[in-house]
Each structure stands twice: as structure tokens, then as C-alpha cells.
């Protein structure tokens, strides 16, 4: 079972950046898939969610109105795009897929993200 992100890097305030979280060794389509973050001294932090077809998002306070999660459950791909970037923004991202208390959760390795002039 695999959780690979990609796509972070150093970014400048007000720019974009797509994450890329693809997954292998489990049935992707029958997963939730959640982003997380945790920055420099901060809790970890809900960014964003995707319900397994799709269909419903969420997205954490924070982030609302500037990013967008989405799916292609053909390529066992979920991405993160981010717009009008902050420098608190700046954290490790992480993609995690959940389906119920039944089945195992599985986290990425993170990626690092870094918003600054």
C-alpha cells in the first residue's frame, strides 16, 4: 500500500500550487480522501476532504474559497489545488485515506509546502 504526494515546493504569496496524491495496493474508489497539514510549531490540520465517488467536498475554515480538492478514480489520483497562497500556508501536506473503523487508514509521506517572498 502506497501514498505518494507530490507536487509541493517554494511558492510566493498570492501564487498556486497542485498537490498530487496518488495511491496504490488498496481499492482507491471505496475511500474518503482527506488532506491534512501540519505546520512549523502547529497541530495537525484538516485542510480538505473528498467523499469516495467524488460527489461531496469539505473544506477546513482556513483554506475555504481558496482551495479545491478533487478526484480521478481512474488514476487512483487525489489532488489539492491551491490558490491565493499565504505564508500560513506554509506545512507539510498529507493525504489520507479512510473508509470506515473496519479497514486500515493509510497516510502519504508528506510534502512540503513553503509560501514565501
Known amino acids: 500500500v502506497q501514498l505518494v504526494e507530490s507536487g509541493g515546493g517554494l511558492v510566493q504569496p498570492g501564487g498556486s500550487l497542485r498537490l498530487s496524491c496518488t495511491a496504490s495496493?488498496?481499492?482507491?474508489?471505496?475511500?474518503?480522501m482527506r488532506w491534512y497539514r501540519q505546520g512549523p510549531g502547529k497541530e495537525r490540520e484538516l485542510v480538505a476532504v473528498i467523499s469516495s465517488a467524488g460527489i461531496s467536498t469539505y473544506y477546513g475554515d482556513s483554506v475555504k474559497g481558496r482551495f479545491t480538492i478533487s478526484r480521478d478514480n481512474y488514476k487512483n489520483t487525489v489532488y489539492l489545488q491551491m490558490n491565493s497562497l499565504k505564508p500560513d500556508d506554509t506545512a507539510v501536506y498529507y493525504c489520507n485515506a479512510w473508509r470506515s473503523r473496519s479497514f486500515p487508514e493509510y497516510w502519504g509521506q508528506g510534502t512540503q509546502v513553503t509560501v514565501s517572498s
Open positions: 495496493g488498496f481499492t482507491f474508489s471505496n475511500y474518503v
